[in-house]
């Protein structure tokens, strides 16, 4: 713990344990919320068959980014997420969508 704290810039363990329950919470909102966001846009098993679920799990992406900057700025931790999400969005070649 102690290496991760350091290589995220942490203080305390209980800002360790408050980042860990805002990516639990993330993960698991993130997923129950993909199945209503699949049926608002119409997309269901019936029509899409096997490509049901690599679908459903493209729009858990972008609903998780969200929900993790969200849930982590009612946890009081935005800048923490604020800067994880940036790091890993540029990680994954959207540096772009940020001006520096």
């Not at 305390?12 to 919470?25: E, G, P, Y």
């Not at 799990?57 to 800067?83: E, N, R, S």
């Amino acid at each position: 713990m102690k290496g991760l704290k350091q290589r995220w810039g942490l203080t305390s363990n209980w800002q360790l344990a408050v980042i860990f329950v805002v990516f639990a919470i993330t993960g698991s909102a993130s997923a129950y919320l993909s199945k209503p966001f699949c049926m608002w846009l119409g997309i269901g098993k019936e029509e899409l068959g096997h490509w049901y679920t690599p679908i459903r799990l493209l729009l858990i992406f972008p609903i998780y980014q969200v929900l993790l900057v969200a849930i982590g700025f009612l946890f009081g931790q935005f800048k923490f997420f604020w800067a994880f999400e940036k790091k890993m969005l540029k990680g994954m070649g959207l540096g772009f969508l940020f001006k520096e």
